[in-house]
């Protein structure tokens, strides 16, 4: 059974910063694209960030450049996505999702494998 397992959301205030963390089981982890994205209210779901399979290289939607960063450990089966500078419009349920397939490039990734969610609250 393939599972996606974020943790690490909460409340914070604007300028502040949270660390998402997401634990994937059920599939092989360290050969597959993971990405982030996020869900506002009344609003559809977003691309936030992707990583590739290596952690060689990533993307990033243009609002988080320079803010959040993606990364992984391949031995822990996690990727994570550090979020500093936060904006009260960073307010999302954000989701962690990984590829269909194993080793391609992250621009052709097709996310199959998501998560539940983890609430992130900005405050002004």
């Known amino acids: 059974q393939v599972q996606l397992v974020e943790s690490g959301g909460g409340l914070v205030q604007a300028g502040g910063s949270l660390r998402l963390s997401c634990v994937v089981s059920g599939l092989t982890f360290s050969n597959r694209a993971m990405g982030w994205f996020r869900q506002a209210p009344g609003k559809e779901r977003e691309f936030v960030a992707a990583?590739?399979?290596?952690?060689?290289?990533?993307d990033y939607a243009d609002f988080v450049k320079g803010r959040f960063t993606i990364s992984r450990d391949n031995a822990k089966n996690t990727v994570y996505l550090q979020m500093n500078s936060l904006k009260p419009e960073d307010t999302a349920v954000y989701y962690c999702?990984?590829?269909?397939?194993?080793?391609?490039?992250?621009?052709?990734?097709?996310?199959?494998?998501w998560g539940q969610g983890a609430q992130v609250t900005v405050s002004a």
């Open positions: 999702a990984a590829d269909n397939k194993v080793l391609g490039p992250i621009w052709e990734a097709r996310y199959e494998y």
């Open positions: 990583i590739k399979w290596s952690g060689f290289s990533s």
